[in-house]
């Protein structure tokens, strides 16, 4: 069965550096890898998406990932954070019948100015 | 605006009473699932239904209950609510297939058991 981990519960940013997010999955084919974004109180929206072909991927808001098939992960990646970024983000492997997502247990991003 | 509408936004029960969230989608969608969110475990699925008249059981389904009624609505119920299942239920519907598979997600339901 698929897994999804995401190695960081928080982490702390100033606002304008670079970000990295961590995302390991476990699954024995070709998955689909999802980033979502979720504010406080709200739903959760997609930022990007991998299914095949070029392994760096750009998303929504300036965001970016990459999918390395040799270390099972998709990192998400951002340039240049903005205190508007201050989220949790979920990253999400799709497989199987059903195309079923399993997330991550999320990542809480708080951005310092 | 198109999308998925969960009702209601907010609910509270007492422990043993019953109720139903009820999820529509009007992007033609075929898929359409049931997860909860829990602090730190990220969502989990409850269940989910792959197309219009099937419906499987997914990480957590006991204690749940679920209807596909169209292609549309995809109904959870909670037949006798308990505090453990107090959280933030989300609807979520997909297109089955790359490119367009991707969730898109209601705006979830926080359930309070006491």
């Known amino acids: 069965a698929q897994s999804v981990t995401q190695p960081d519960i928080h982490i702390t940013v100033s606002e304008g550096a670079s970000l990295e997010l961590r995302c390991n999955y476990s699954?024995?084919?070709?998955?689909?890898l999802f980033w979502y974004v979720q504010s406080p109180g709200q739903g959760l929206q997609l930022l990007l998406k991998?299914?095949?072909?070029?392994?760096l991927v750009q998303g929504i808001k300036g965001f970016e990932a990459e999918f390395k098939r040799s270390q099972s992960s998709f990192n998400l990646r951002k340039p240049s954070v903005h205190w508007s970024d201050a989220a949790e983000y979920f990253c999400a492997v799709g497989a199987g019948y059903g195309n079923k997502l399993v997330f991550g247990a999320g990542t809480i991003l708080r951005v310092k100015s | 605006n198109a999308g998925v509408t969960q009702t209601p936004k907010f609910q509270v029960l007492k422990t043993g009473q019953s109720m139903t969230l009820q999820c529509a989608q009007d992007?033609?969608?075929?898929?359409m699932y049931w997860y909860r969110q829990d602090p730190g475990m990220g969502l989990r699925l409850i269940y989910y239904?792959?197309?219009?008249?099937?419906?499987d059981k997914g990480e957590v389904p006991n204690g749940y209950n679920v209807s596909r009624l169209n292609k549309r609505e995809f109904s959870l119920r909670l037949e006798s609510a308990a505090p453990s299942q107090t959280s933030v239920y989300f609807c979520?519907?997909?297109?089955?297939?790359?490119?367009?598979?991707?969730?898109?997600f209601g705006s979830g339901t926080r359930l309070t058991v006491v």
């Open positions: 992007m033609n969608h075929n898929s």
């Open positions: 979520a519907s997909s297109s089955y297939r790359a490119p367009n598979y991707g969730y898109t």
């Open positions: 239904s792959a197309s219009e008249g099937t419906t």
């Open positions: 699954y024995g084919a070709t998955p689909y």
């Open positions: 991998y299914f095949s072909g070029d392994t």
